[in-house]
């Protein structure tokens, strides 16, 4: 988390208590996205009868709302890749497109974003590349028929531009389905093992036919070049600081990709279980997409699968509350509803009823769902931490007090190196590897 360290330090150089700054900036980066996915939900279909449902959806999540001041960088990291996300609708606007698609009148400050996200955690590249995929306009192979006279069954005339992003959609799904039968199953049989290989090697050049022209042209080009060039500094830096291209953590956190695919398959059966059923609300947001082929709305639905898919391969994380889906959730509650505003849009009065009284249900199962997590947080896990870690600090303490400091400092050995660190001011060896190889 290399921006999120600077950050921390520079508040510690300031004289600033790293914890408290790690809060507040977490926290107001918290309240920033709730401010951009209010922007990002507008702008994908303007508000009317239905108010934003996914700020309150975002706020009201113990996942989200407590990772902002658990004093990790993902709400950070969340806020950048809807900021990112945003600009890019807006630079990539289909009337704006048509006025300066080859020209640099304003440069393609979402790369830039989507840097400083990638400089934040690793994975954002993913989110970047969906977007450019979805947004690109025309594809290199025309998938449907450009002629006036061939018509929808609304009436509506086929647009490649529209036609293929659903064709790229369901490519990407089909992979990741294929990929997780067979990551899931490394004892498969010879037929699943071939079937699966064959749907991947249809899906990937199913998805190549369908690149986007416009990922190629110069306001792109600048967009990768703005992004590229502070992420490229950064590995080489890291390469000649550490002795590593990638993050010592993703070797210290996998290695067995079958334990992780099952521990993944479960962190998100876990997740779904959390949020409770208001979550496959959002299925009716790709279906609307589907429908609409639109492909802001398909592309928010690839993030949220692809995304979760990257879950799965990483095997979920150990901490409490599903930090990992926390950067998803924005994306996932903007899908849900825009497919509330579906549903409520375009029926009749008795569905509108029973929505509000679902509505109803939800908000007093996630406000009980809210108030036992914050339980949870504030007795059961401090009162582990303070009898684990705290219980060391509290023996090293006790031992400098009886014995002097020369006494005791040294390398040690830990298990979980955080706190212990923090408060003793001692030097760590990290038998995770996180730090340490």
Not at 32 to 37: D, P, Y
Request: charged share 15%; hydrophobic share 50%.
């Amino acid at each position: 988390n290399f921006l999120w360290t600077l950050l921390l330090a520079g508040a510690a150089r300031a004289g600033l208590d790293p914890v408290l700054a790690a809060k507040l900036l977490g926290a107001a980066a918290g309240v920033g996205t709730l401010a951009m996915v209010y922007l990002l939900a507008s702008r994908l279909r303007p508000l009317s009868v239905v108010p934003c449902l996914a700020t309150w959806l975002l706020a009201s999540t113990t996942i989200f709302g407590g990772y902002s001041v658990f004093g990790l960088e993902t709400s950070l990291f969340a806020f950048l890749l809807v900021l990112g996300s945003w600009l890019m609708l807006r630079e990539e606007d289909p009337t704006r497109a048509a006025h300066d698609s080859d020209d640099l009148e304003q440069l393609p400050w979402s790369g830039l974003v989507f840097a400083t996200a990638a400089l934040t955690r690793p994975e954002a590249p993913l989110y970047l590349g969906v977007w450019m995929l979805f947004l690109g306009g025309r594809p290199l192979i025309a998938l449907g028929r450009k002629s006036n006279q061939a018509h929808t069954e609304e009436g509506q005339p086929f647009d490649p531009v529209r036609d293929h992003v659903v064709v790229l959609f369901c490519c990407l799904i089909a992979g990741c389905v294929a990929l997780t039968v067979k990551l899931a199953s490394p004892t498969a049989g010879r037929v699943i093992t071939a079937a699966g290989a064959l749907l991947v090697a249809c899906a990937l050049v199913l998805a190549a036919a369908s690149l986007p022209r416009r990922m190629f042209r110069t306001r792109n080009l600048a967009r990768i070049t703005l992004f590229l060039g502070p992420v490229v500094l950064h590995v080489l830096w890291r390469h000649r600081y550490y002795g590593s291209w990638l993050p010592n953590t993703l070797a210290a956190k996998t290695g067995n990709l079958a334990q992780q695919v099952a521990g993944g398959a479960d962190y998100l059966t876990n997740y779904l279980g959390h949020e409770g059923p208001v979550i496959y609300l959002a299925l009716f947001g790709v279906a609307a997409g589907l429908v609409w082929r639109s492909r802001e709305a398909l592309a928010l639905a690839a993030i949220v699968i692809c995304a979760s898919f990257y879950v799965l391969l990483v095997g979920g994380d150990w901490m409490p509350y599903f930090r990992f889906m926390a950067p998803i959730q924005p994306f996932l509650f903007v899908l849900l509803g825009l497919g509330v505003r579906a549903i409520i849009e375009g029926r009749s009065r008795v569905v509108n009823y029973g929505l509000l009284l679902m509505a109803m249900v939800v908000v007093g199962q996630r406000s009980h769902r809210l108030a036992s997590d914050v339980t949870q947080v504030a007795h059961q896990e401090r009162r582990f931490w303070d009898m684990a870690a705290g219980g060391v600090v509290r023996w090293f303490q006790d031992r400098e007090d009886r014995r002097g400091r020369d006494d005791v400092v040294g390398a040690v050995a830990l298990g979980d190196i955080g706190r212990v660190g923090y408060e003793t001011d001692y030097p760590i060896l990290d038998l995770l590897g996180l730090v340490d190889p």
